[in-house]
């Protein structure tokens, strides 16, 4: 089975910082665009941070961008997350997923999924 397996989630206080790691098995995604998704309670899934295959081109959303740090090592299959200055409001289940065609900022149109790991940022 192809599976991407989220991990390093957990509690945190306003201001600390977390590092989110996702190893990919069962197929190789070296060649795949990579990125993270969250999704807090009672909303939807969104658009978190994304990074091409060569690891040329990065993209942020507005609200993480200058605090959070997307990377990816392709001889190990995983995607990274670094995040700082975490606010209350990243609280959320963080997805990493995986397309091998596109770069897309809709969660509908990404191929592959973890399952996900909560991140919670107290106050």
């Known amino acids: 089975q192809e599976q991407l397996v989220e991990s390093g989630g957990g509690l945190v206080q306003a201001g600390g910082s977390l590092r989110l790691s996702c190893a990919a098995s069962g197929r190789t995604f070296e060649r795949d665009v990579l990125g993270w998704f969250r999704q807090a309670p009672g909303k939807e899934r969104k658009f978190v941070a994304s990074?091409?295959?060569?690891?040329?081109?990065?993209y942020y959303d507005d609200s993480v961008k200058g605090r959070f740090t997307i990377s990816r090592d392709n001889a190990k299959n995983t995607v990274n997350l670094q995040m700082n200055s975490l606010k209350p409001e990243d609280t959320a289940i963080y997805y990493c997923t995986a397309d091998p065609e596109g770069d897309w900022r809709r969660a509908d149109d990404w191929h592959y999924w973890g399952q996900g790991t909560q991140v919670t940022v107290s106050s």
């Open positions: 990074i091409s295959w060569s690891g040329a081109s990065t």
